[in-house]
């Protein structure tokens, strides 16, 4: 009895699960979407991008390149989003959600992809060995510049607690300080990383300074197995942190602020 009513059970969740398959993909395109209209909008746009003790995550580092027609924005923005572009996690969104490719686990291609080729891909198929999917072959590179961001947003988030030439603690700051600890677990969780610091061995005991790799690799497996919750809420937390310091800066709120 208890057998048949969890085979009825499981065959009722795959039957919901096969009926709501563009969930996924549906809500990957609205969020990612929404995503880039904000940041093109923000960065192209705005040109203030500090109140106070306050930078906005988006103009961070600071590059000071004289008085230019342009957003600074513009001279940064390209290495975390090369980052997050050729992140393993969003290739396979974004592939799904805008490409259908395909759509979901255990459904095809669309019809007319499937009827270009036996494969469902069509002669002329490369995979990313031509542009510009080729470039998803940098992932590891923007890697390396996003981890050097990472120490940068820290300094910011830390002298957030500056205030007025003393300690204080505002709603900025924890704001700030929540999105570097959200870009930081999304960051050290790259499989290139984890690759980097020691999937890439057979035999920790053998490398050199093994024991270390080994725990270092263990916390980056931690972080890696949660990469798709790191990717979503930092992408938030950034929108959010970004939002909150620009509504400052024209005056729409204000900040709480305890000062010590």
């Keep these: 009895m208890a057998v048949g009513l969890l085979g009825a059970r499981t065959e009722q969740l795959q039957a919901r699960l ?8 549906a809500n990957v395109v609205t969020w990612l979407g929404l995503f880039s209209v904000y940041s093109f909008w923000t960065i192209v ?3 203030v991008d500090q109140f106070h003790q306050y930078l906005s995550p988006f103009y961070s580092p600071r590059v000071a390149i004289g008085r230019t027609p342009v957003s600074p924005a513009l001279f940064i923005f390209y ?7 050729t992140c393993y996690y969003y ?23 499937a009827e270009l080729a036996p494969t469902g891909r069509g002669a002329a198929y490369r995979g990313e060995s031509r542009l510009p999917f080729l470039l998803n072959n940098l992932h590891r590179f923007f890697m390396y510049f996003a981890v050097g961001f990472l120490v940068v947003l820290w300094i910011d988030a830390i002298s957030s607690f500056s205030y007025r ?6 709603l ?3 704001l700030m300080v929540l999105n570097i600890t959200l870009l930081t677990g999304y960051t050290l969780g790259c499989h290139s990383l984890r690759h980097l610091l020691g999937g890439g061995l057979d035999c920790f ?19 890696n197995a949660r990469h798709s919750t790191f990717a979503w809420l930092s992408l938030f937390s950034l929108i959010i942190t970004d939002a909150y310091i620009r509504l ?3 005056g729409v709120i204000h900040d709480p602020h305890l000062g010590f």
């Design 165 to 170: 030439g003393h300690l204080g603690v505002g």
């Design 79 to 85: 290495i975390p989003l090369g980052f997050r572009a």
């Design 91 to 113: 290739r396979k969104a974004y592939y799904r959600s805008f490409f259908a490719d395909p759509p979901a686990c255990a459904r095809s291609e669309p019809q007319q992809l």
């Design 248 to 250: 400052l800066q024209y």
């Design 172 to 174: 900025g700051s924890v």
């Design 205 to 223: 005991s053998c490398a050199l300074a093994g024991a270390q790799r080994y725990q270092l690799w263990k916390r980056s497996s931690w972080l």
């Design 45 to 47: 746009f705005f040109h």
């Design 18 to 25: 096969r009926r709501n398959w563009w969930l996924y993909p």
